[in-house]
Nanobody, 113 residues
Framework: QVQLVESGGGLVQPGGSLRLSCAASGFIFSTYTMSWYRQAPGKERELVATIPSTGGSTKYADSVKGRFTISRDNVKRTVYLQMNSLKPEDTAVYYC??????WGQGTQVTVSS
């Protein structure tokens, strides 16, 4: 069965960095677009970044452009989200999503001094 397991979240000060990972299993990872979403308390889940199967033509939400970078390693079956210059408004649970609609369980990111 499809499994997506996120890791790498935590507490970080404003201006800091984190790298999230999403390890995938149960499907042919290299053939699917992968995405990162986030959901802050009291808000709807929003798309953060998307990367196609080949790794090119990535897309980002305007709020994270220039600060976040999505990447993937098809050999390791893992998608990453490098987050730099973090802001308190980046605080949320971050989820990875497979193209067909499978979700991971999420990892909490808290940006606070």
């Amino acid at each position: 069965q499809v499994q997506l397991v996120e890791s790498g979240g935590g507490l970080v000060q404003p201006g800091g960095s984190l790298r999230l990972s999403c390890a995938a299993s149960g499907f042919i990872f290299s053939t699917y677009t992968m995405s990162w979403y986030r959901q802050a308390p009291g808000k709807e889940r929003e798309l953060v970044a998307t990367i196609p199967s080949t790794g090119g033509s990535t897309k980002y939400a305007d709020s994270v452009k220039g600060r976040f970078t999505i990447s993937r390693d098809n050999v390791k079956r893992t998608v990453y989200l490098q987050m730099n210059s973090l802001k308190p408004e980046d605080t949320a649970v971050y989820y990875c999503k497979q193209e067909l609609g499978y979700w991971g369980q999420g990892t909490q990111v808290t940006v606070s001094s």
